[in-house]
Each structure stands twice: as structure tokens, then as C-alpha cells.
């Protein structure tokens, strides 16, 4: 009698055991690497969005301190012009119209800087 055991090799897998490891931790690592670059353009497009807001919060506080100094200032102006006014009433009409200007021109200023701001 023959002590022969047939083997189970060949009967249905093309690739020995260590092969099929082999491709198995290929593809583990190619899969890592594309969740690493999956998480890595996570991260930049995060930052990218985060320089963004940065930058418009800081032109929305440069617009808005352009506008308080010109509030103060035009309310300073329009007191002083009401001063002046009372001390010579005569000067009222001019004073007015200086003021109106003067108003006007920060007025000017500010736009100017909303529009240098926005761009």
C-alpha cells in the first residue's frame, strides 16, 4: 500500500498562501495611503477655510473702525458747529455748510475704504 495523500493544492486557488498575504497587505497599505491623502486634504481644506475667515473678519473690523472714527468725528463737528453757531449767530449759514462738506468728505473716506477693503 502506498502512504500517498493527495494534496488540496491546485484544486481551486491559483495563488499560494503567502501570494494572497502579500496582495492582501498591498492593499492594506495602498488603502492607508489614500485615507492618509483622504485626511490630509481634509486638514488643508480646513486651514485654507480657516485663513479665509480670518481675513474677512479682519476687513469687516477695519470697515467698522473706519466707520467709528468717523461717527466721532462728524459728532464732534456737529457740535462744534453748533457752538460756533450760538457765539455768532450770524455764521450759521456757513457754518452749516462747512460742516456739510466737511461731513460729506468722511464721508467719501469711508467708502473709499470699504471699497479698498472689499477688494
Known amino acids: 500500500m502506498s502512504t500517498l495523500v493527495p494534496s488540496s493544492r491546485g484544486l481551486g486557488k491559483s495563488t499560494s498562501p503567502g501570494?494572497?498575504?502579500a496582495l492582501e497587505r498591498r492593499e492594506?497599505?495602498?488603502l492607508s495611503r489614500?485615507?492618509?491623502a483622504l485626511d490630509r486634504r481634509r486638514i488643508l481644506t480646513m486651514a485654507d477655510i480657516e485663513?479665509?475667515?480670518q481675513s474677512q473678519a479682519a476687513r469687516a473690523h477695519a470697515v467698522a473702525y473706519v466707520g467709528e472714527q468717523a461717527m466721532q468725528t462728524v459728532?464732534?463737528?456737529?457740535?462744534l458747529e453748533g457752538q460756533l453757531g450760538?457765539?455768532?449767530p450770524l455764521a450759521v449759514t456757513r457754518l452749516q455748510g462747512i460742516a456739510d462738506m466737511a461731513s460729506l468728505g468722511i464721508a467719501e473716506v469711508v467708502a473709499n475704504a470699504v471699497?479698498?477693503?472689499?477688494q
Open 34 to 36: 489614500k485615507l492618509s
Open 115 to 118: 471699497r479698498e477693503v472689499s
Open 75 to 79: 459728532a464732534m463737528l456737529s457740535q
Open 19 to 21: 501570494i494572497t498575504g
Open 86 to 88: 450760538q457765539i455768532c
Open 51 to 53: 485663513v479665509k475667515a
Open 28 to 30: 492594506d497599505r495602498a
